[in-house]
């Protein structure tokens, strides 16, 4: 059964820094691009960020390119999303998401999205 | 970027009713556009990928159709257990965009 977990959210203070970490198991993890998704208090969904399955290629929503390090360890099936400069608007829940089977193994980072995670709260607040 | 126009924003139908929801794309997307179901306090679920593909397990009174710049979504007979919020998303190009959502409620 193919599971994403995320961790890592929490309160931190305008321009802090926090890491999420999404830990997935039940398929092969390098096989597959990860994204992370987030989604403001009763406000529709943003798609943040990007990796491909070898760790390479990430790219980044302009609203956090400069601020977001999205990253991914393949022999602890994590993928990772270093947030630094954190500010009010990016109070959110944030979503770790899986390209779909069909994209397994292909250079597409980024296309529909068959499984998510749970989501992990961060506020951005003094 | 691809500016997704998801119209209306919320709806209300009876049991039973035919619900159709529109998307449209700033610019042609082809056939890269997803929909999704969430449901309160939940993660999003995929419903349809490439405009009119059911994923696996979806129930087939969902279905979409369209390409280009315009799409629709529609639920054949709504049932109340399809009270959630629907997205489209294009993948067509990066940045990914999300429509701004449409509330689906029981009248």
């Known amino acids: 059964e193919v599971q994403l977990l995320e961790s890592g959210g929490g309160l931190v203070q305008p321009g802090g820094s926090l890491r999420l970490s999404c830990a997935a198991s039940?398929?092969?993890?390098?096989?597959?691009?990860m994204n992370w998704v987030r989604q403001a208090p009763g406000k529709g969904l943003e798609w943040v960020s990007a990796?491909?399955?070898?760790?390479?290629?990430?790219f980044y929503a302009d609203s956090v390119k400069g601020r977001f390090t999205i990253s991914r360890d393949n022999s602890k099936n994590t993928v990772y999303l270093q947030m630094n400069s954190l500010r009010a608007e990016d109070t959110a829940v944030y979503y770790c998401?899986?390209?779909?089977?069909?994209?397994?193994?292909?250079?597409?980072?980024?296309?529909?999205?068959?499984?998510w995670g749970q989501g992990t709260l961060v506020t951005v607040s003094s | 970027d691809i500016q997704m126009t998801q119209s209306p924003s919320s709806l209300s139908a009876s049991v039973g009713d035919r619900v159709t929801i529109t998307c449209q794309a700033s610019?042609?997307?082809?056939?890269?556009l997803n929909w999704y179901q969430q449901k309160p306090g939940k993660a999003p679920k995929l419903l349809i990928y490439?405009?009119?593909n059911l994923e696996t397990g979806v129930p087939s009174r969902f279905s979409g159709s369209g390409s280009g710049t315009d799409f629709t979504f529609t639920i054949s007979s709504l049932q109340p257990e399809d009270i959630a919020t629907y997205y489209c998303?294009?993948?067509?190009?990066?940045?990914?965009?999300f429509g701004g959502g449409t509330k689906v409620e029981i009248k």
């Open positions: 490439d405009a009119s």
């Open positions: 610019q042609d997307i082809r056939n890269y």
């Open positions: 990796v491909s399955g070898s760790g390479g290629s990430p």
């Open positions: 998303q294009q993948c067509d190009n990066l940045p990914l965009t």
């Open positions: 998401a899986r390209v779909s089977e069909r994209a397994a193994n292909l250079i597409i980072v980024a296309t529909d999205f068959d499984y």
């Open positions: 039940g398929f092969t993890f390098s096989n597959y691009a």
